[in-house]
């Protein structure tokens, strides 16, 4: 960490208004009942700015190792691969062999 | 005997031991609830109907459970930054702000479960509640992981600032890291479970 | 002696722990299977000498109820897969060694490491236990498919409890290799300096740490759906017993495959790089020669583990699913084929040209190689989606397995226990004896798996208690249980030159110097055996790449990786 400490605490402020900000605008959002996929998009979008905010200001990713990133990207990648291939898996089924309406 | 690079940084991987071991924990961690958002995914698109979920459950306790939380995650980077700068007392107040966040959350949230038990709505009523249970109760049991071990470490943990004060310092940045990672979890699973 | 031997935090005492647990376990194990080949050379008949014991709600009469049969499958592979293979091949080679090998004290998180063994060690108590409780064990496989899992009995419920348990000791002992491995590498040993059974450990512990939190949130799941009513793999309609289930319904039961299998591919890399790791070593030392192709082979393993992630659903090709998802799994796991067929052909390759000394662990490695091959090339037609559809879930599938891990895995574990005994005790294990262990297993193992393929490639159902009695198409090779039952008992018989061996040498065996191999690697250069808590007299260095055998112009045929050891007769 290069940075002094009291820059880094004014920086951990600045998130926490991003973050409550942020808060707001999801929930905000949800009032205006989009349909499914765009709010999905939007959703899943604010929250992993969210996410993006809390880990590279509070948890120090922003001057972390190379290291952790790529074991964070390896694990990234996989997730959208267990994600992806399962819903990938089940939305084409041979007929008569799904569970519900896909 | 000294393991090697506990409190020292390896040069060529800039890292100590306790440093990559947690960020490899929560790599697992990921999985974890990841596999549990794919089977919401699954579920979901696969059922003929899905409940409106705000009118389920409460956002606003929601909502406010979100502030909470990410109060506590501030007031844990701050607890390590009071650390930086040396000050124990300023450490322990924020600590134990952590702390109460941690509990304050965990209040709402046994508030929202009894609201839901009360009603007759349980885990085995529909596959909804059946994920939004599971899935918060998880989140609620890592949580309270978390709290034992930031209680411990506000408590007789501080010892270890006498002599060690930065082992001290990097434990409070490592537990840190599990608690912000319990916040961006729940960061996900409010709008997952609340707003969507 | 509490904090010495039960308590302790010392890897190595933590891999001999795991060691001798895992051993018991890998018997238990075996016994089961024993009670399940006698069943099926002769189904319905009374079990001999043990059907008394195994008590009337299992089996009246001695004869083996469908319902115990099915425990005893599940729970031979739930054991030998999760208490025995694992904690042995990573829990206990991976511990012992893996500080040894890069010159470090210890694990990183020594305190860490013992709670993974307390974890496993309880895991392992309560899948025992679950024998005993009403019901009996689980009974549902060892891959425990819902709906018919959701709904057994109590036993598994312990089957799910255990598993927490043993998943979570894998993921805190993944944690500890990773870091360890990255972080206490002694000055010197730089990434392609390392052995190639530290490699093999490292991705085994990526594969641990990243899959098996699939499988925790299945087990979360399914514990929910027994304990809190709910229908995360129930289906809505589903009928049992003639009456629609009386639950809310909208589950999947494909969803549990999928978490499952999410996991059980990686697995199944889990239980074979170890071994690869372990063959690549005794090779290379008894052939005298530097592994072939060593920077090609680390390459494998990471291709290889990256790739065992987007296999899974191979497993699931009967499942129903859309052709090209079906082609894509078909090729990803075609395409895996190829690392593994490169680091087969490497460690071949190792003994063109060398001086090949035979000896126990060498038998067990050489023969590792063709008993790895057949394994892997019987897996294609089960990688090919249309050839899997008359072969999946029939007796070949099981032979294919089998011949990976037990004349494969499991001989890579005996060439690992004869080849470090000499480290751990400073005593060598009695080589007649070995022998006869050896030619005794690789005899008998081929005498069971091989008809199995015959039974398979006819359609024969696997995990059929009655062997498949009731079905005419199995009539024509159903004999062959009677051969393979013999076979199995014979394999039983042969274990016992090396449990005689195990013990007796602990004490009596020929005395051995610190390296009586003449090995390069660093775990060598430790007194025998290695100092309690540090154990390096002095701090190692590496001076050069892991396998330096017969290098021109040296005086003696190995060039230990950190000189100065107590055995180094170059001196440099």
Redesign the interface.
Known sequence: MTDS?AV??RS??A??GA??VL?IA??A??YIHLP?TP??AL??T??TA??AL??M????LKHE?R??YV??I???V??V???G??????????P??????? | MEIPYTTQIRPD???TNP??GI??FL?SE??LF??L??AY??LR????TWPDQ?AVLS?PLA?LN??IL??S??T???AW?SL??GSLPKYRRYMGLTILGGALFLVVKSFEYSEKFSHGLFPSTDIFLALYFTLTGLHAIHVIAGMVVNAYLLGPGTRLWAHHREQFTNRI?VA??YW??V??VW??L???L??? | MLRRYIFSTDHKVIGLQYGFTSLFFLLVGFVLVLIIRWQLASPGEPIPFVGGLLGEQNAPGGILLPEFYNQLGAMHGTIMVFLAIVPLAFGAFGNYLVPLQIGAPDMTFPRLNMVSYQLYFIGGVIMLASFFVPGGAANNGWTSYPPLSDLAPQGQTWWLAGMLFLIFSSLLGAVNFITTI?QLRAPGLTWFRLPFFVWAQLITA?LLL?AFP?LQAAAILQGMDRIAGTSFFL??GLVVSGRPLEVSG??????WQ?LFW?LGHPEVYVLILPALGIIAEVITNNTRKPLWGYRLMVYSLFVLGFLS??V??HH?FL????T??SA??QATTMIISIPSVVILSSLILTLYGGSIRINTPMLFALAFLPMFGIGGLTGLPLGLATTDIPLHDTNYVVAHFHYLVAPGTIFAMFAGIYYWFPKATGRMMNETLGRIHFVGSLVCMNLIFMPMFIQGLAGVNRRLWDAGQLYTHAADTIYLNVPMAYAAFGLAFFQLFFVVNLFMSIRGGAVASANPWEATTIEWATPTPPKAHGNFDRPPRAVRDPYEYSVPGEAVDFSPQSPGAPDDRLGT
Request: hydrophobic share 65%; no cysteine; net charge neutral.
């Open positions: 400490v880094q605490v951990y402020l998130v926490f973050l409550l808060t999801t929930v959002v949800s499914t709010a999905v959703g899943i604010i929250a969210k996410a809390v880990a200001f509070f948890m120090h190792r290291l952790i074991s964070l390896l694990t990234a996989l997730f691969a267990l994600i291939l399962t819903l990938w898996s089940e939305a084409y089924h041979v008569g062999t799904k569970f519900g309406p896909w | 991987t800039g890292l440093k990559l960020w490899l790599a990921v999985m990841g596999s958002f794919s995914a699954l698109m696969g059922a003929e705000s956002v909502a979100t502030l990410i109060a995650s501030v844990m980077v701050m930054a930086k700068d940045e840190g890291l912000h990672f916040d961006v960061i996900f409010f709008p997952v609340y707003l969507l | 990255i990526f990243l699939a289906p809505s909208g589950g999947n039961a494909l969803l999928h999410f992630f987007i899974w659903a699931m499942t129903g699913m859309g090209v998802i894509f799994f």
